[in-house]
């Protein structure tokens, strides 16, 4: 189940100096493709940003200390374990997953960067992922992109790409990248996992903000149920193929370059809330003039997380006194209530302190029996505005999640 | 659906100066019991906590206005309407009924507190509740609590009641309540709806502090849902028929009553949760040497509010790994991961960072296999403790509130 159609381009480009490799390595599941080896050309600068979670993954504890010490070359990503909450064996293993890329590829250890994901606590089986590295590098090539995004899911029922294309100064640029996750999806300054790649040159302190920017308007603001995973990671890889350099001097191409980074990246968030475990609807949760941008904020997200709230979008029924009560728990201090406006799309449901005199109960039933649901809070108290998405909490949420382990 | 068995206790023991009546205003249902008024004798003490939620209801507003202007002399519950959301139009009609209650008995206008619960947003019907006021009124009687615990009722499946005497001074002191609620419970500051009654003779003021003090470790310690109604109210009254005065002075008879006090309050709300929506477990969540009461109860609370720890504890499925997670994310500045235990049941599940070297799947398992399950967090940095007690997350709570309003 997954909300809307599927939003997969039918062709994602190609990025210069970026190449994709997808194999089998039985991580789980006999056959299924679970290990994916991305090699960066040199000279390219990677940027990352990662999980806030306090017990982050051994790879994401290795990712960062990589990549201080070497310029990135490979990054290898295997699914079905997330070698979480494994300790100082965890973190070995992690190594030795590494230690097998460097010497299939002839680089340095602190060149590659390791990536999982899947079940937290149990032992990765580094001997299973070690023997299929081979064959992954072997199918390394720049149209690797689809596979690639089939290698990376898990509970994911759709593979999750965006590509987009600009050009400038008579200059094509490119930026591809894929995402996956669908549950335990709360991003603290990362996703699950998203790897992006563009032929533009940048250099790292500039790709890094970039990308932290970049998160902060699309991974950073969507939820699927509160909870933060141990593994979020996303990757951000510039291979200056294209001859274009972006810097903040090149005000014009910079603000280009980022517009459509965070469009890609939104592109890539939104795909992960349509995939939802269980999601049903796939719904954007604005709060407009609050008095600053944290209410806004943690406004948007006590409704986004509300099982009450999430349990109506999935009957579709415009049960606003559920809105109304997270409005007024959330801790705003001196709220107007009488100033205050609540919407569902374009229906005023809210206003005066109670339900609009305009409303009626099949104007809001029309806007709730659609996918797609804006809801939409009006504080007026200040010009601070914050959007998140989400989705519902639906029967088959709970199946996927009592049934996960199993 | 409800966890372990019934707790309504046989004998419901009257409280000498507390009489309660019970009739069908068929608010919502025709012929549900819906209706309850309780009289409180002259000279009674009477003291509430109430909801935080900045859009608390019409009569909660009026409850804590009239608990200021006068001597409270009648207690009036209607179920199946909340009139929260309602605007100046549900004011006036909670003073309807109030007015009602007035007149039928004789008394000032202020002496009446109005309570509703049921669903936001629509207007209460007055003139049903009004008709209804005179058979509830005939009704009173100081042993009429089973058909009051079932008069306050909305999804909840059982009736919720507690009773407690103690001996002293050779005289007997008698605490009796009843309790409801099932969903949107994340009380703050009180619960649902709970009313209790004691025979002995307190002052207001320490009436409020005993009140004040047992709802911080009985109903602010329950969540469901993590959303905190807009209807909550907490009610204790003190008839002082007993002839026993409880006062600090009193040292000995102030601790047994304040813990007499706490434990009947305990029981109503552990009685909510054992009732939540859909709830298949009853679930205790500790965590022990925090740093602070709030680093404590923060990250018992967002424990008891992860989906996926709740999901895992619908399925029996000792996923560890999600508990883990969530301490991870919680925020705590410094954590030692190290020095972090968890346990379930007796059973250490995470130590040195990952999984307890001594722990088996089947030792989990046994203890996920029972209704009722302790989670204990040991974060070895300081001397604070709190508890909270909270459900899982089934099937049922998804169809409960999909379904409410239809």
New interface residues.
């Given amino acids: 189940m997954a909300v809307g159609p599927a939003t997969f381009p039918d062709k994602m480009h190609p990025v210069a100096g970026f190449k994709l490799g997808t194999a089998s390595a039985g991580v789980k599941t006999p056959g299924r493709k679970d290990l994916v080896i991305m090699e960066v050309c040199e000279g390219s600068s990677v940027a990352g940003v990662f999980t ?5 993954a051994a790879p994401v504890q290795i990712c960062k200390q990589h990549l201080t010490q070497a310029a990135t070359r490979y990054l290898v990503t295997n699914t079905g374990n ?1 070698n ?7 973190y070995a293993d992690a190594i030795s997953v590494c230690e097998a890329v460097a010497k299939e590829t002839g680089c340095d250890l602190a060149a590659v960067l390791p990536f999982s994901t899947g ?3 149990e032992k990765l089986p580094v001997e299973k992922i070690t023997t299929a590295v081979p064959a992954a590098n072997l199918a390394l090539t720049e149209t690797g992109w689809d596979d690639a995004a089939e290698g990376i899911m898990t509970t994911d029922t759709r593979i999750k790409g965006s590509s987009r294309q600009f050009k400038y100064a008579g200059k094509t640029v490119t930026l591809t990248g894929i995402s996956k996750g669908a ?2 999806i709360k991003p ?1 300054m990362a996703t699950m996992l998203a790897y992006a790649a563009t032929d533009a040159q940048i250099d790292s302190e500039l790709l890094n903000q970039l990308l932290t920017d970049a998160a902060n308007c699309s991974f950073n603001r969507i939820t699927v ?6 593994n979020d990671s996303c990757m951000l890889v510039a291979t200056g193929k294209s001859g274009l350099v972006v810097s903040k001097e090149e005000h014009e191409l910079y603000e280009l370059f980022s517009s459509e980074l965070n469009a890609l990246m939104q592109q890539l968030a939104h795909a992960i809330v349509r995939d939802g475990e269980g999601a049903t609807k796939f719904v954007t949760i604005t709060v407009d003039s609050a008095a600053s941008q944290s209410e806004a904020l943690s406004t948007a997200y006590d409704i986004a ?4 709230v999430k ?2 979008l ?2 579709s ?1 415009p ?4 809105i ?6 959330v ?2 201090e001196e ?1 107007n ?1 009488g100033a205050l406006e609540i919407f569902l799309g374009d229906v005023r449901i ?1 206003s ?4 609009d005199p305009g409303y009626t109960e099949e104007a809001g039933q029309a806007v709730m029996d659609k996918e797609e649901i804006l809801i939409r809070v009006v504080l007026n108290r200040g010009s601070f505005s914050e959007t998140v998405w989400t989705t519902d ?3 088959d ?3 996927i ?6």
């Avoid at 979480?84 to 965890?90: I, K, L, N, P, Q």
């Avoid at 149920?225 to 141990?230: A, I, L, M, W, Y």
């Avoid at 997380?305 to 009450?308: A, E, R």
């Avoid at 999640?401 to 199993?406: G, I, L, P, Q, T």
């Fill in positions: 806030k979670n306090a017990f982050c997330a979480a909450g494994t300790g100082d064996e965890g079940v937290i606590g549950g335990m603290n149920d509160s909870d933060t995973s141990t997380h509300s099982p009450l349990t109506a999935f009957a029924d049960n606003w006194g559920r109304l009560a997270v409005v007024g728990r801790g705003i709220l209530l809210v005066q302190g109670g339900r909490l639906s029967h949420y709970v199946s999640n009592a049934d996960y382990r199993s």
